[in-house]
Nanobody, 125 residues
Framework: VQLQASGGGLVQPGGSLRLSCAVL????????IAWFRQAPGKERERVSC?????????YYSNSVKGRFTLSRDSAQHTAYLQMNGLKPEDTAVYYC??????????????????WGRGTQVTVSS
């Protein structure tokens, strides 16, 4: 599956951005979707994951919980990451990734996933 991520940019602390992840030529709801980020010199971190298994759940890392929201627009085959209350430590390249929907977020294998190109988010005054 091909993924197209967009929406990054430069924003001041406390600001908001919305990232988009379009699933090209396939059906969004056939996939478990996750957002990752990687800051310079740091390991890649999963910040959110949305699964449709067992009725559907969305998970967030403690670092973004309460500030970020992952949503899906099935008609547009696009997943979004709404990021509010951005902090300088949120600065990173953000990636979306997808695996078949029968995998729960707890089974999300980065090696098996399809990845979009990263989009840079910079939080700075």
């Amino acid at each position: 599956v091909q993924l197209q991520a967009s929406g990054g940019g430069l924003v001041q602390p406390g600001g908001s951005l919305r990232l988009s992840c379009a699933v090209l030529k396939f059906v969004l709801d056939d996939y478990t979707i996750a957002w990752f980020r990687q800051a310079p010199g740091k390991e890649r971190e999963r910040v959110s994951c949305s699964t449709l298994v067992a009725g559907g759940e969305t998970y967030y890392s403690n670092s973004v919980k309460g500030r970020f929201t992952l949503s899906r627009d099935s008609a547009q085959h696009t997943a979004y990451l709404q990021m509010n209350g951005l902090k300088p430590e949120d600065t990173a390249v953000y990636y979306c990734a997808a695996i078949p929907r029968y995998y729960h977020c707890s089974e999300f294998s980065e090696d098996k996933a399809s990845w979009g190109r990263g989009t840079q988010v910079t939080v700075s005054s």
